[in-house]
Nanobody, 123 residues
Framework: QVQLLESGGGLVQTGASLTLACTASGGTVSGSAMGWFRQAPGKAREFVAAIKWDGRTTDYADSVADRFTISRDDAKNTVYLQMSSLKQEDTAVYYC????????????????WGQGTQVTVSS
């Protein structure tokens, strides 16, 4: 059973940068698509970014496409989310997830989930 652990969240000011990491254990995710999702209080979980198993194909939500970068290091079983020019509306719990079959935005398609890491952007 693959377990995912996110790290790197914290409290930052508007305009700052932050990099999240998601490390897998209990198995490899090298053949899986990896995604980042986020959930703000009172809102549904939303897609942020995804990277295909080839390490090159990526997809981003429109709201973050010019500010966030997803990458992966399969040798470290780790996926990253580099976030820049952070805005207050980026405040949320960020989750990483693995999809063994598809490359998609749909959270229901993902097989394994981490516990999340809080990102808070203050003014």
């Amino acid at each position: 059973q693959v377990q995912l652990l996110e790290s790197g969240g914290g409290l930052v000011q508007t305009g700052a940068s932050l990099t999240l990491a998601c490390t897998a254990s209990g198995g490899t995710v090298s053949g899986s698509a990896m995604g980042w999702f986020r959930q703000a209080p009172g809102k549904a979980r939303e897609f942020v970014a995804a990277i295909k198993w080839d390490g090159r194909t990526t997809d981003y939500a429109d709201s973050v496409a010019d500010r966030f970068t997803i990458s992966r290091d399969d040798a470290k079983n780790t996926v990253y989310l580099q976030m820049s020019s952070l805005k207050q509306e980026d405040t949320a719990v960020y989750y990483c997830a693995a999809d063994r079959v598809r490359f998609s935005r749909g959270p229901l398609n993902y097989d394994f989930w981490g516990q999340g890491t809080q990102v808070t952007v203050s003014s």
